[in-house]
Structure formats: structure tokens, C-alpha cells
């Protein structure tokens, strides 16, 4: 009896081996070929609110910039590839790519994610605040019954385009970031709505 489990053991074992090196490699070759995002990327452009707008950036509020340092303007509005499925965006604009990132990179990173938690009564910028603070539900939409239910950053992560800083909405950082990259995509041309 011993010997016949030993034989289906060793048979079980040379069948699932194979299988499972063969999983592990397709794996890790899949991953070798993914771009990995890049939070940051500089641009020979430019960009204003208009060439926003002509990508499909729908404006819903101006924010005032006085206590931003060195940003020119600030909006929150929407974007998606799907005109029926768009989703929440702060951008900033400054007057470089340089200035975007030496000034509004850390201001974007504390008005995201774990540091706008932490910090939300303290923020520097106070603009729009409300804004960023919001309940956000499993299907990523909110409503005025459920604000007290689960309340969070409404942006947990950013990016820098060229001289756009970028918050973007998600249930969490990485779809927050996926959308960052489709925005960018749009920006860029590579992607249309």
C-alpha cells in the first residue's frame, strides 16, 4: 500500500512540476515587457488650460492660486477615455516643467493619499480642501448620504507632466496613477476619447 501512494506521489509531483516552472516563467517574462509609470515626465510643451480642454478636460471649478507658490492657475474638473465614465482631476499649472516639480511637487504630494490624511487640517494650500476630502464607496462613487460612511483623500496619488501637476481620483494609489497615465496618454496624443 505504501509503494502504490509513493508511485502516485512521485507521478503527482513530475506532472505539477513542470506546470508550475512553466506558470512561474510566463509570469515573469509578462512582467519584464511592462513599462513602469513614470510620476514624472518632462514635456517640450507647454500646456494651457485650453489645450486641456481640447482633449476632452471638462473644467468644473477655479481654484484661486494666491497662496500656491509660483502656479498660474488650478482646476478641478473631469476626464475619461469614455465620455460615461469620467473621473475627478485637480490640475495645476505652472509656467515650466522645472517649477512644477521643484514647487509643486510637494505641495501635490501632500494634498494626496496617506500625507493629505495625516495632514488635512494643515495644509498649506487651503483651496479646495472639501474637495479632496470626500467618502468614496466600493464603485468608486459618492453620495451625499455616504459622506460620513468612509471618508478619504479623494486624489491618493499625482503626476507631473511637463508643467502640469495632476491629482487624480481612484479607489486607491495605483488606479489613481493608471488614470494619471491615461490623462497623460490624451495629452499626448497617443490616446483619444
Known amino acids: 500500500m505504501n509503494y502504490y501512494r509513493k508511485e502516485m506521489n512521485t507521478k503527482l509531483i513530475m506532472y505539477l512540476v513542470p506546470i508550475f516552472l512553466l506558470a512561474l516563467s510566463t509570469v515573469s517574462c509578462g512582467n519584464e515587457d511592462a513599462e513602469v509609470f513614470q510620476q514624472i515626465q518632462p514635456s517640450d510643451t507647454t500646456y494651457t488650460l485650453e489645450d486641456l480642454k481640447q482633449m476632452g478636460f471638462k473644467k ?18 473631469f476626464w475619461g477615455l469614455d465620455p460615461y465614465d469620467r473621473h ?12 512644477a516639480v521643484n514647487v509643486g511637487k510637494d505641495y501635490a504630494d501632500e494634498a494626496t493619499g496617506k500625507r493629505f ?3 488635512r487640517k494643515n495644509q498649506r ?19 451625499g448620504a455616504s ?12 503626476a507631473i507632466f511637463g508643467n502640469v501637476v495632476m491629482l487624480c481620483r481612484g479607489l486607491d494609489e ?7 497615465d491615461e490623462f497623460i496618454q490624451a495629452i499626448t496624443g497617443k490616446t483619444q476619447p
Open 88 to 99: 475627478d482631476y485637480e490640475i495645476r499649472i505652472y509656467p515650466s516643467h522645472e517649477i
Open 60 to 77: 468644473g471649478k477655479t481654484y484661486k492660486v494666491d497662496e500656491l507658490p509660483d502656479a498660474e492657475s488650478a482646476y478641478m474638473g
Open 125 to 143: 494650500w487651503k483651496e479646495g480642501v472639501k474637495d479632496r476630502w470626500q467618502a468614496q464607496g466600493v464603485t468608486d462613487i459618492s453620495g
Open 117 to 119: 490624511e495625516e495632514n
Open 147 to 158: 459622506r460620513q460612511n468612509n471618508p478619504r483623500p479623494t486624489y491618493p496619488s499625482w
Open 174 to 180: 495605483e488606479q489613481s496613477l493608471e488614470r494619471c
